[in-house]
């Protein structure tokens, strides 16, 4: 339920920095089997909102142990199933002189195999650490969890799903996102002597096509409206009242983020964190100003469901007919 709520959440705020997000390929991502989703990582924390929010499943994230020093982040990883990764780059900051401890990451390798195991989707950034530039090399991390899982652990029908991300102007809002699905690796058709050295290459090979040589996908071309007549009308009613209610905090939470930010990896991220507090905010306002004068929970409980409403709908109803 948390996982969902915050799914929801992720998709609905990612819509007030950017102006669409594009997919191509989605069907090519294998169903009920278990999944390694590696993912290129040019834009930070975004990144993972947008698979998160795209996949038709749960996904069980990973990211940086470092993250965790953070109390009110080790909160948040610890209710969404987070799976911290001890970076090697971190670590040799941390113990100078001393050698890299090789089992750091066993735990968080045994956390990965179980999702897998219950035909789970966990999501990696293979380049270890986010970067708005080309493909950086890809660490071994991802292959190893992969061939762990077949050879060890004896799981079938792990399958790799290569995904691209591309922003048009990560910084800017309004801008496009671009994600591209690339073509799967099959675990149980890899050579059974291959070695992670050998599928990280081909893992790479197979992200550079949705990201280095590939560009943002096109708009899809409208289609006629499928829904009734009276449906239609009352979603085009619930985004126009989401717009209404939701213009101020977003555009108060925009410049903020566009103000405060140092670099181009910053602006959504803030303007997502910064947008949810003062979302919530407003809605404590609205909901004290209509108990105060409907005296009435259950008025006030409707009221809070139109402005989830309005919220959804002013961020997806201009994709209704694509």
């Given amino acids: 339920m948390i996982y969902g709520a915050l799914r929801w959440i992720a998709g609905v705020s990612l819509h007030w920095f950017y102006g669409d997000i594009r997919v191509v390929g989605k069907e090519k991502i294998p169903r009920n089997v278990p999944l390694l989703i590696a993912v290129n990582h040019p834009n930070a924390l975004v990144d993972s909102l947008v698979i998160g929010w795209l996949m038709p499943r749960r996904v069980v994230m990973t990211a940086k142990a470092t993250l965790l020093e953070n109390p009110f982040i080790a909160l948040l990883f610890k209710a969404v199933g987070v799976v911290p990764l001890r970076r090697a780059s971190d670590e040799a900051g941390n113990q100078v002189g001393q050698p890299l401890d090789p089992g750091r990451n066993s735990s968080a390798f045994r956390e990965m195999l179980q999702v897998l195991k219950e035909n789970g989707a966990v999501l990696i950034f293979p380049e270890g650490t986010s970067n708005s530039k080309e493909l950086a090399p890809l660490k071994s991390g991802l292959a190893r969890v992969a061939l762990q899982a077949r050879d060890t652990a004896g799981i079938k029908s ?27 690796i099959s675990m149980d058709q890899w050579p059974v002597t291959g070695d992670h050295v050998a599928l990280t290459s081909e893992l790479r090979k197979r992200l550079q096509s949705v990201t280095e040589r590939a560009d943002l996908p096109p708009q899809l071309s409208a289609e006629p409206p499928r829904q009734s007549t009276i449906r239609t009308a009352a979603i085009r009613l619930a985004a126009a009242w989401g717009r209404f209610t939701h213009r101020l905090p977003i555009r108060i939470a925009r ?37 105060a004068l409907a005296h009435s929970f259950w008025i ?10 309005g919220a959804h709908w002013a961020a997806f109803e201009p994709h209704l007919k694509r």
């Fill in 300 to 309: 006030a409980s409707l009221y809070l469901v139109t402005l989830l409403a």
């Fill in 158 to 184: 792990v399958h790799i799903v290569p995904v691209g991300l591309l922003f048009e102007n990560k910084a800017v809002p309004g801008s496009v996102v671009g994600v591209r699905v690339g073509e799967p």
């Fill in 255 to 291: 410049r903020l983020a566009m103000r405060i930010s140092t670099d181009a990896d910053e602006p959504a991220m803030f303007t997502i964190i910064i947008g949810v507090g003062l979302v919530l905010f407003t809605y404590a306002i609205h909901l004290t100003l209509i108990g």
